[in-house]
């Protein structure tokens, strides 16, 4: 393990002009002091230091069905009104149907537009009509399911405008752009991501997108060795070879949560030269956000062992309920900005808040924690 930086954070937020997340964030005094709202490097031409909330509400999970729709619904119309503005979701969760419910919430205007950051994904191909005609050629899709052509990138794009309403996305990641890797060379996988960036950096000279990442499961949290290895110094070079220091690849986006540490425990990316340093460390170097997918591992550390429990109140902040303690945990790593909870219910949100009350452990708590 290695140090990481401090969180970059505020405590009493001010409203400037250029950015209205600020105003946001200015509404939840109590959330502010408790170290909530983090500080966003937008690159240009995006306002610079605009504040996000410290967990995101996550749309990943549920049927596809109208019940779970409603549930999605009351839970962002709650986040919203709680003082959660991270919303997070991939064209592909339960089929469209997540960044539909979004884009009918975000319709209500319960709040203005910029005062949120809305977040999707594109790169699995997921058609329940059918595939376009001509829109994937042959060759450009890995694992018979994935497609980062820029072509299908940029339609993909324009369905999640649509679907949530919207004429600009804050962030856009590539979805799990390692499953690629196992069908190409390391040369042909950086050529396509390449390509990849250079049609994001005309979408954002568009203005559709404000920024893009790579939004990952297992591609940051493996070995330098491992197949599906993302090599994070080698993408901020790609990026910066199509658009220079002003790039806007910004964000990572992998899970990370008591039961998988690897962002902070695993030495596997280099900045520069060796020796190697965490993920979580070369992010921060390479002036990238990290966003914390499964905080909660899908639900599965709601409910601790009470030896794990009473092990990491040693370390972190009390907690009324194991969910809570986990989110802490993620809360208090240096070099997270946020981290993400899927919320489909009212009480999910009411719940997740009163772990965003409580102020974050010291960074250094979560290495010892970790063992470091």
């Known amino acids: 393990m290695d140090e990481l930086p401090a ?29 909530h709202f983090r500080k966003l490097r937008w690159p240009a031409p995006a306002p610079a230091g605009a504040l996000v909330s410290s967990l995101g509400i996550g749309t990943y999970l549920g049927d596809e069905d109208d019940a779970t729709d409603t549930g999605y619904a009351d839970a962002l119309r709650a986040a919203i009104a709680g003082g959660i503005n991270l919303i997070d979701t991939a ?23 910029d005062e949120l950051v809305v977040c999707t994904k594109a790169g699995y191909i997921d058609f329940p009509a059918g595939l376009p005609a001509g829109l994937i050629q042959p060759g450009q899709v890995a ?22 309403g ?8 590539l979805h799990n752009p390692e499953t690629q890797q196992a069908e190409l060379s390391r040369e042909e996988f950086y050529r396509r991501l390449r390509a990849a960036f250079e049609l994001l950096e005309k979408q954002v000279a568009q203005g559709r997108i404000r920024a893009y990442g790579a939004a990952t499961w297992s591609g940051f949290r493996v070995p330098p060795d491992a197949v599906e290895f993302l090599d994070l110094q ?15 690849f910004r964000f990572i986006q ?50 601790l062992p009470a030896e794990a429990r009473e092990h990491l109140q040693a370390f972190l902040p009390a907690a009324a309920s194991d969910a809570e303690l986990a989110l802490q945990f993620v809360r208090s790593t240096a070099s997270v900005t946020a981290g993400l909870v899927g919320m489909s219910r009212v009480a999910h949100v009411a719940a997740n808040l009163r772990a965003a009350s409580v102020s974050p452990a010291p960074p250094a708590q979560v290495g010892k924690l970790l063992g470091g």
């Open 254 to 303: 992998l899970p990370y949560n008591l039961a998988m540490p690897e962002a902070f425990t695993l030495l596997n990316q280099t900045v520069d030269k060796p020796p190697f340093v965490s993920t979580l460390n070369a992010a921060f170097r390479l002036g990238l956000h990290t966003i914390a997918s499964a905080s909660l591992m899908n639900g599965r550390l709601h409910q």
């Open 91 to 113: 064209i592909t969760y339960r089929r469209q149907r997540s960044e539909r419910v979004i884009g009918r919430v975000l319709a209500e205007k319960l709040v203005p537009r």
């Open 7 to 35: 969180l970059a954070t505020v405590s009493n937020p001010e409203t400037p002009a250029h950015d209205t997340t600020a105003a946001y964030a200015a509404r939840f005094p109590e959330l502010a002091r408790c170290q």
């Open 234 to 248: 080698r993408m901020v070079a790609t990026a910066r070879e199509v658009a220079g220091d002003s790039h806007h």
């Open 166 to 173: 919207l004429q600009t996305i804050d962030v856009f990641y």
């Open 143 to 164: 694992a018979r399911s994935h497609c980062m052509a820029p072509v299908y990138l940029a339609h993909q794009i324009q369905c999640s405008l649509e679907n949530l």
